[in-house]
């Protein structure tokens, strides 16, 4: 039996060894995710495990599936509620921000590393896109409560995300082979694009309406949360298997599958949560393990120099002119903006996008791997552990409330009745009423706000400033004042 108990042993031990490690590191602000990652580079070929591992199909299969998994739990966590604020401009940001990232990198690469257009152009989609594995946890980490507005943009955004990530990885490595053999690409390239999206969101919604449905006859004949998470994880890899046969996005499916079922069978599906989200992380735990036993530390060092260039130039130009074009319509605060830009995390999709290259034997695909994995452990170890503390520096971390004094700050110093007419609140303050001034300070404010209010926002009325304190789905309920102090 040893040919069973060994394996066993030392893969729980460095599972074992890397949670252990990751719930003290958590404490002063490193990823866990980084922690796996790290844990399989010791485990490798040039740490002191020493074990030599080169499966990139194993890799290929059990990253597919882990994020698969993960999207789901992603999924089943987003209530439709959530939509009035942040599924717009997520949206942009998942299509039309993913291409900007993708062009600025890709330029960045042709003058960093020498690769011509359309290799760079495939290193920029391959790193193109967030992970919806390093959001999800790392938000949940941080420490900080984030606005509604700003959380759910980032959520929505790393779990759709990724279809156009694949898209563009897939389509740059066709552009790659057409032009080896002197071929110009063709209409497949839009077909694909119709394919991936129409597919993934087809599937996705369907096969959601209908475990929904089946959720909702079977949830009360004695089952358990712990069988219907399982039911639910085996429902949601057979669509992301299915929508893949169809050239759809799995991805895509599996996210819309969870959202759908979470929404349609939302007390049925309550009970499994607990359970997923221990799928999600021994999904997490297994595919960053593997990641980093795949890489040799000694093959990033020729290009190492570049490779943490470019990591600078997708975090500190590319996301950001991507981020502020994305948002500009939604009219968000400059801090929501640059802290929208700083989570731009990079996790296991852009390793796994780089696993593509190797597989489809393109030129300099090592290279592009090499530089995918650099970019990714400078984003976890630089962004992931400073969100909380960028979040609080930008002031878009709500305070708690029992902290007084900074919720003072978030919130002002005193309570209005929201009914109350506008001009109402100016005589008595004495301050200058706006028009139309016989309007409800409730519905005066959300105006001005202009756009759908979460709690945390501002409005300045003359010399005082008013604060959203209290929602009811998109009703201000609870409206806080502060008077600027006299000079």
Not at 376 to 404: C, F, H, K, Y
Not at 432 to 451: C, F, H, K, S
């Amino acid at each position: 039996m040893d040919f069973v108990n060994v394996p066993l042993l030392a893969a729980a031990a460095l599972v074992f060894t890397s949670v252990l490690a990751g719930l003290f590191s958590a404490r002063i602000g490193f990823s866990f995710l980084l922690v796996f990652l790290l844990a399989g580079i010791v485990a490798g070929e040039d740490g002191p495990g020493g074990l030599r591992f080169d499966n990139y199909v194993l890799v290929f299969w059990v990253g597919n599936v882990a994020l698969a998994v993960i999207l789901l739990d992603g999924g089943l966590r987003t209530t439709f509620a959530t939509f009035r604020t942040g599924l717009k401009p997520a949206a942009l940001l998942a299509t039309l921000g993913v291409v900007i990232s993708a062009l600025l990198t890709g330029l960045a690469a042709m003058l960093l590393l020498g690769l011509d257009w359309a290799t760079a152009l495939l290193l920029g989609a391959i790193v193109g896109s967030t992970d919806a594995a390093a959001v999800f946890s790392l938000l949940t980490r941080s420490g900080v409560t984030l606005n509604e507005r700003v959380a759910t943009t980032l959520e929505i955004e790393s779990g759709v995300n990724d279809p156009m990530a694949i898209y563009l990885t897939v389509a740059c490595i066709g552009l790659i082979t057409a032009l080896a053999q002197g071929q110009a690409p063709g209409a497949e390239v839009l077909t694909t694009f119709v394919a991936q999206f129409g597919w993934g969101a087809l599937m996705g919604l369907a096969g959601g309406w209908l475990m929904a449905a089946l959720l909702r006859r079977i949830a009360a004949r004695d089952a358990g949360g712990g069988i219907l998470a399982l039911l639910l994880m085996a429902g949601g890899l057979s669509v992301f298997a299915a929508t893949g046969t169809l050239d759809g996005s799995g991805f895509l499916a599996a996210y819309l599958f969870g959202m759908i079922v979470a929404n349609r069978a939302a007390d049925e599906t309550a009970p499994t949560l607990a359970a997923m989200d221990g799928y999600a992380w021994l999904a997490q735990a297994g595919m960053f393990l593997l990641l980093g036993l795949l890489v040799t530390p000694t093959d990033l060092l020729p290009a190492l120099g570049p490779s943490l260039a470019l990591a600078a130039v997708l975090i500190f130009v590319a996301r950001p002119a991507a981020v502020w074009l994305c948002l500009w319509p939604f009219r968000f605060t400059r801090a929501e903006t640059a802290f929208i830009a700083w989570v731009g995390l990079r996790g296991a999709v852009p390793i796994v996008l780089a696993l593509f290259p190797l597989l489809a034997g393109v030129p300099q695909a090592q290279l592009l791997f090499n530089t995918a994995f650099v970019v990714v452990l400078v984003s976890l170890l630089l962004q992931g552990s400073t969100i909380g503390w960028v979040a609080r520096r930008l002031g878009v971390a709500l305070p708690d409330r029992d902290d007084t004094a900074r919720a003072r700050l978030a919130f002002g110093d005193f309570a209005l009745d929201p009914r109350l007419p506008v001009d109402a609140i100016c005589q008595f303050y004495g301050l200058t009423a706006p028009e139309p001034a016989d309007a409800r300070l409730d519905d005066w404010m959300a105006t001005a706000i202009g756009r759908p209010p979460v709690v945390g926002d501002r409005v300045a009325l003359g010399t005082a400033t008013l604060f959203v304190r209290e929602l009811d789905r998109s009703r201000i309920t609870g409206i806080g004042l502060a008077l600027a102090p006299e000079a």
